[in-house]
């Protein structure tokens, strides 16, 4: 039972450069979200999707983006990556109806040098 | 709003020793409150919540946590601390004030000294 799976689980990018967070789930849920971990600050939403063709935006989401195209994938694209996107980004999904059963996926390193 | 604050970025104790990590939040309304682990190089996984009914709720791993109202508090403990007990944990508030989207506390790291 793989549940969340998210690649790269590390990554170093030079500013401007761009790249694809890729999270994948397989228990058919259609919430997903994608929260970023900064030392000392706890999780920050980003992005947020309730199902198949429709995301919103959560507290941070300037220099990302996301798609769901489908219930499995929510993909998260930084475009022009910057120095203050360095962080650890998890996604997470959870059932109908059960806001704390959240499924993290074990999260990407990355680094905007 | 509601928001959450953990104090104590790093709590240490001794192995066997109790365990109190402390979470206090702000909401307008009662809230749901939970509490996360974090292991080393791993996502969150739930340890508890509270929703309503009662007000001290028991989790995974021996931990539990009371609800007080009149304090605005959850605080975590548990009696004997394990060396498999060292991680961070979250607290976690959500209600009708975040449209129940979860509000993260900072995070408390739990050392265990052996």
């Known amino acids: 039972n793989a549940g969340v799976t998210q690649t790269p689980k590390f990554r170093i990018l030079k500013i401007g450069q761009s790249m694809t967070l890729q999270c994948a789930q397989d228990m058919n849920h259609n919430y997903m979200y994608w929260y970023r971990q900064d030392p000392g600050m706890g999780l920050k939403l980003i992005y947020y999707?309730?199902?198949?063709?429709?995301?919103d935006k959560g507290e941070v989401p300037n220099g990302y983006n996301v798609s769901r195209s489908t219930t499995e994938d929510f993909p998260l694209r930084l475009e022009l990556a910057a120095p203050s996107q360095t962080s650890v980004y998890f996604c997470?999904?959870?059932?109908?109806?059960?806001?704390?059963?959240?499924?993290f996926g074990s999260g990407t390193q990355l680094s905007v040098l | 709003a509601q928001s959450v604050t953990q104090l104590g970025s790093h709590v240490s104790v001794s192995e066997g020793a109790l365990v109190l990590l402390r979470c206090n939040y702000s909401?307008?309304?009662?809230?749901?409150l939970f509490w996360y682990v974090q292991y080393p190089n791993q996502g969150l996984q739930l340890l508890l919540k509270?929703?309503?009914?009662a007000t001290l709720v028991k989790g995974i791993n021996g931990f539990e946590a009371e609800f007080k109202k009149s304090e605005t508090s959850f605080h975590l403990t548990k009696p004997s601390a394990h060396m498999s007990d060292a991680a961070e944990y979250f607290c976690?508030?959500?209600?009708?004030?975040?449209?129940?989207?979860?509000?993260w506390g900072a995070g408390t790291k739990l050392i265990i000294k052996p």
């Open positions: 997470a999904s959870r059932p109908e109806g059960h806001t704390e059963k959240l499924f």
């Open positions: 976690a508030v959500s209600g009708v004030d975040s449209n129940y989207q979860l509000i």
């Open positions: 509270y929703t309503t009914g």
């Open positions: 909401s307008s309304v009662p809230p749901y």
């Open positions: 999707s309730v199902g198949a063709g429709i995301t």
